[in-house]
């Protein structure tokens, strides 16, 4: 499975914005997915995990109601919706794991995007 994140850029706090994970491969449809962020000299930390399916979503105390992740299976795309705050500044990155479930730690996915950088200012 090959990952691409897209979508993040420089915003103000309190805007929307979301990020895209496109996915390439016949198991994306089957694996849970997530997404990481890390901000700059700081750990990769856990953000958001979705099921194979949608029905069963995860999320850090820090982003839970304000970020919602979902995924269309037939365009092999996971998504995260952001209501931002200057602490999300971040690369976020996506990730799939060869496993239908949900993990929370980094070690539990196989597959990473690249990254994509969000910057919010206050």
């Known amino acids: 499975v090959q990952l691409q994140a897209s979508g993040g850029g420089l915003v103000q706090a309190g805007d929307s914005l979301t990020l895209s994970c496109a996915a390439s491969?016949?198991?994306?449809?089957?694996?849970?997915m997530g997404w990481f962020r890390q901000a700059p000299g700081k750990e990769r930390e856990f953000v958001s995990a979705?099921?194979?399916?949608?029905?069963?979503t995860y999320y850090a105390d820090s982003v839970k109601g304000r970020f919602t992740v979902s995924r269309d299976n037939a365009k092999n795309t996971v998504y995260l919706q952001m209501s931002v705050k200057p602490e999300d500044t971040a690369v976020y990155y996506c990730?799939?794991?060869?496993?239908?479930?949900?993990?929370?730690?980094?070690?539990?996915?196989?597959?990473w995007g690249q990254g994509t950088l969000v910057t919010v200012s206050s």
């Open positions: 979705i099921s194979w399916n949608g029905d069963v």
């Open positions: 990730a799939g794991a060869a496993s239908r479930l949900l993990f929370r730690s980094a070690t539990n996915y196989a597959y």
């Open positions: 491969g016949r198991t994306f449809s089957s694996s849970t």
